[in-house]
């Protein structure tokens, strides 16, 4: 089974939002993005200072984003061994790639829309 990694809530105004889901104690970082945009980490949970993997089983953290094209809604991501791979299959299955692959820090993501018309992500790890 491919696990659940990761969340991402879509903001229309960043700081407003911060400042909402900061009642939850989650611990948020700015991260600037190859783009030029900024991501908000979110901790919500304690992590591996070095992986940011969550140390407690089942756990995921997340992020905020600027709402934009791709990201209107909340969505989940999967982590997965190989996003080429994984692009296929989806398509085949009858979902849509709506970001390319696109690498980062620690690996790359990329977004895609399932029959439904849902926004999920998937992620993969460096060195694949």
């Not at 600027?66 to 692009?87: C, E, F, G, K, M």
């Amino acid at each position: 089974m491919k696990k659940v990694v990761h969340f991402e809530i879509p903001a229309d105004n960043m700081e407003r939002a911060k400042k909402f889901y900061s009642i939850f104690d989650w611990q948020m970082q700015d991260w600037p993005m190859p783009d030029g945009s900024v991501y908000v980490g979110c901790r919500t949970v304690d992590a591996d200072p070095v992986t940011h993997i969550p140390k407690e089983p089942g756990a995921i953290s997340g992020g905020m984003i600027l709402r934009n094209n791709v990201s209107r809604t909340p969505n989940v991501t999967v982590h997965v061994p190989s996003i080429d791979d994984y692009a296929v299959k989806i398509q085949q299955a009858g979902g849509k790639l709506l970001k390319a692959k696109t690498q980062i820090q620690g690996g790359a993501f990329a977004y895609f829309q399932d029959t439904e018309g849902n926004v999920f992500g998937l992620w993969e790890d460096a060195g694949k």
